[in-house]
């Protein structure tokens, strides 16, 4: 008998009917003879039109209140699947992140997991209950409810197979697997048999939009076997693990890309140590996740300094860059919002140096002209104007032969 | 400065516009020196809409799930009127059943309130804070959540005023107050200024519909001062407290009546002390309330026995009397499903005996037929076929003068 936790994430419980067969999934596992955890999203569209309504009321509406709105979209799903489930004789209960107690810090509106006391969890499932869980939300410090940002759910599911140590976490979604890269950019991208950890990451924070980043890290750091499957078809997905590096890997394993780029500059400041820290901290203070960094020495006393913040973060990360920019008397701050990032990935370019070369070389021959430049141990990113996205992934996508298995 | 607790019902809040207006009044009433704890309902629909949802599923969903899925409905509106309130510059914070400490027991879908530790609430007001309690909600001891049933949003607010010592406890509808029967049946109908919790509780419990009976009892428990208004016009609407009887006090005060009866017959059972107790206690044990009770003795050692309930709980009841009638060895079980119930209400009519002679030759002058007849000091109820409903509200109406102030 083994502890598996299953997540379905919106589309997969997007409609009674669909509720109903991830009810018959979950018993199929459990009559497998295992445990069986479920995490649940809203039903997809639900998140959206309740946060709809908070915009409409004020586009600045509190992190907290909106937290408060959108936890009842898991709630509501917790509860019809429950009640799926024991309408088919199953004997399921369900239950909200403050009932799983599931504790998390006080940053509304993208909270992380600080701790879950599965005490409440166990007693449920020593009765022999499936147990289904309320994804993406919890409980701060002082009680108030707090929401892990979108995507949360698969964190939570991770978070939940790390707690009770269970077996496997399988993510159910609406693609039956990690692909090379987007489909709907390249229709020949190819569904991966197996990824690491490490390329998860990087595939995943760069926007191939399977998982969340923070599910594979928890899942990394905890060892929990992650498997990626299709809530609608049979097939055995991709599973993400700590698996040994095969001989015949290829060079790279996939494309990422995320089309919400948006760079910000601000030049001319005091060429010092301390600037960096003087520019980034107000931005990290306002909970902005900051991706790329350059700081361009000018030779003059001065420096340019650049990077880049997720789009919707763009408008709150210029203001407080102005500001920064009176106080250090800085010339100028810049920015552009219709940017992408387009990333190759891939443990094998460890041992294959000129990977760079080639993504560069191909970006010449289509003439995309490149923003900047980021790379790692397993990837190499470049920004480039959205404009080439499209263009930009297939060229890779042949250029590195990721259509041949 | 006063205390006021202020509760809006479903259609008060039942769109963001209305949110809005909810919003403004709640701000005047802080703006004229109080200290205000709003609760509110599901925007009307909402909980249709979910339990729509959930008997699709399954009719006989299991109550503790279906709590789970509706209590999300006051959930929502807790969140946006929080956000209304914010964007026009009042500092609110919103509460859920579990946050604000509403203790309850476990009687899924009808809990009752056990206790409320009002220590967070009062945590929040002393910081100038409005709250916004979801009403309905509660949790049980084991930590479930519970709803208080249709309606539980007047128990909620009375019982938080009732908890923090409130100066009064405001109900807003969508009605200006109680009137002397329903309006949609009897044009003629007329608002009253106040009346006594007794009598309000003989009109809400017989189908007012305006206030929870459970609210007015509260209420006239800790004698906390309740007032019925409109949140659509301005206006005193009807206060309901324990104000002395004042001499010019109508014979009745109104007529209220309930479309949704049905009774229950059992034939032949042994005519002895204990039946009535082996009849109705399988009946309590399933939470189903039980209005009037005769008992007829036909004189050979068996008597008859009829009850009336909630016309939705007639297909369990009526499923229970049979297993009951076997087990006592009864003749026969009918039922009926379409009755009314009507009945006047009034303190004066302890001063005035012979208003029920002149209920009995209303109904004889118009040809209404009636099966059951039950008395208290304050109110004499009839059970009569549903189509003679509006006909005998109408007659009594006009029978005791009610139109005339």
Request: charged content about 25%; some cysteine.
């Amino acid at each position: 008998m083994a502890l598996i936790v299953q997540k379905y994430g919106g589309t997969s419980v997007g409609t009674l009917e669909r509720i109903q067969a991830v009810a018959d999934r979950v018993i199929r596992t459990q009559q497998a003879g295992h445990q069986v955890v479920v995490v649940v999203s809203a039903m997809s569209g639900e998140t959206n039109r309740l946060l709809g309504m908070a915009n409409e009321l004020d586009e600045n509406a509190s992190e907290r209140e909106k937290d408060v709105l959108v936890s009842t979209g898991e709630q509501v799903t917790i509860a019809l699947l429950s009640i799926a489930l024991q309408q088919k004789g199953c004997n399921a209960v369900s239950m909200t992140g403050d009932q799983v107690r599931m504790h998390t810090d006080d940053a509304h509106g993208k909270a992380r997991i600080t701790d879950i006391d599965d005490k409440n969890l166990r007693h449920e499932l020593d009765q022999g209950k499936v147990v289904v869980v309320a994804g993406f939300q919890g409980r701060s410090p002082d009680n108030h409810i707090t929401t892990l940002g979108r995507g949360g759910s698969d964190t939570t599911a991770v978070a939940i197979a790390a707690a009770v140590k269970a077996d496997e976490c399988q993510i159910y979604t609406d693609v039956d697997g990690v692909y090379t890269t987007d489909p709907r950019v390249e229709p020949k991208a190819r569904r991966l048999k197996s990824i690491t950890f490490e390329e998860m990451l990087e595939m995943a924070s760069l926007g191939a939009k399977v998982l969340q980043i923070r599910a594979v890290e928890f899942a990394g750091k905890y060892n929990v076997p992650l498997r990626v499957l299709s809530s609608f078809d049979e097939g055995e997905g991709t599973l993400i693990s700590y698996e040994e590096q095969k001989m015949e890997s290829p060079v790279i394993s996939g494309i990422a890309f995320n089309r919400d780029e948006a760079s910000l500059t601000i030049l001319g400041v005091p060429d010092k140590p301390s600037v960096a820290a003087s520019i980034l901290a107000p931005i990290g203070d306002a909970n902005i996740d900051v991706d790329m960094i350059i700081q361009n020495s000018m030779g003059d006393g001065t420096a340019d300094f650049t990077f880049t913040v997720h789009r919707n973060d763009y408008k709150r990360a210029k203001l407080l860059l102005q500001e920064t920019a009176q106080k250090l008397e800085a010339r100028e701050v810049q920015g552009r919002e219709d940017l992408a990032k387009i990333s190759i990935v891939g443990v094998g370019m460890m041992n294959h140096p000129g990977v760079a070369k080639t993504m560069f070389e191909t970006f010449g021959d289509e003439g995309i002209n490149m923003q900047l430049i980021s790379t790692s141990e397993i990837k190499v990113s470049v920004v480039v104007d959205e404009k080439y996205l499209e263009l930009g992934v297939r060229a890779l996508h042949s250029a590195f032969g990721l259509e041949q298995s």
